[in-house]
């Protein structure tokens, strides 16, 4: 394994960067931008960039998704990326040669939106799914759907039987919810006698397993955006007529989260890799990836509103924006308990 980004994925990521730098706002309105991720899958493929050519995707691998995500952590970009290239990814690969061809093509070109109904692991428990399965019609509402009431696609575990398949449903009703995170808004969504097509032909631990990685990127952009944003203010800020950055006690904690970054990098580099090369790793490099990540995240944004002040407590800051993403970001497909818990069982403990 070739533990490192080559030039031509650099420079994707600096073209990514600069042009989110100049377009994305975390305030847009609902939490939405849709222009914003019309130009993102048509001129960057953000949707789709390690889907076979032959659905309308780029053909690379998931380390070029993961980068895309990252920086679009990075930008707290009110896109609905996290919901579109997870419900490509679950179609992608466990469903069948039909369902693939029908939605696959328009929600990587951008024209139609996706939704992941699974926040964690227990919205695939049967004694907990919310939504049940007759014939081939689901019923149920699902009270917590990232970007749902923008979701044109919806990709949702339902009770068939004694076990739990994920379904395909383009029928639905979404009912926006407060939410934590303000750039990635929630919905309620309810089906009724919703036709509903099963993804069942693949192994659903593995596309858990690519779903954290990808997750683990998002979280290690907002990471270090935040940890960014700490250091540049503390060279700034003019306290005892010293930069703030001269003390201990602030220099010191952007030390430890450096190392902190540095280490999550590495741990959803490797797992990106990993899942690019189908290897057996990925099995432990994914839930590695996700909790390093996700701890990093949370830790870089508490100590940005620290380090930042009494401005960073405000609302006109966008310091507790990044807060709220990495918390539910942290959140999204289990804990970091639930993540080590997972790593665990597959070590064998």
Known sequence: MDFAYDAEQDQFRASIRSFLADHADPRAADGHDGLLWQRLCTDFGAAGLHAPEEHGGGGFTPVE??????????????????GTVAA?????????????????PPLLAGERIGALALVTEADLDPARVPVRADGE???????VVPNGHVADVLVVPALVGDRVVLHVVTEFEAERQDSLDLTRPVA?????????TPLDEGDLDRLLDVLRVLLAADLLGTAGA????????????????????????????????AVELDAARAAVMFAALAAAEDSPELATAAPVAKFQAADTAVACAAASIQIHGGIGFTREHD??????????GAALLGSSARQREVLASRLGF
């Open 88 to 104: 490509a990814e679950a179609v992608l690969r466990l469903g069948g040669a039909d369902v693939r061809k029908e939605v696959l």
């Open 226 to 257: 935040c940890l960014g944003a700490a250091v540049a203010y503390a060279h700034t800020r003019v306290q005892f007529n010293r930069p703030i950055g001269s003390f201990q006690a602030v220099k010191h904690r952007c030390a430890e989260l």
């Open 137 to 143: 019609t689901l019923t149920g509402t699902v009270p």
């Open 65 to 82: 998704t993961a980068l895309v995500l990252e920086e679009l952590g990075r930008a707290l970009a009110p896109v609905p990326a996290w």
């Open 319 to 328: 310091a507790h924006l990044f807060y709220r993403r990495a918390l539910t």
């Open 188 to 196: 309620a969504v309810r089906l009724t006698d919703a036709p509903g």
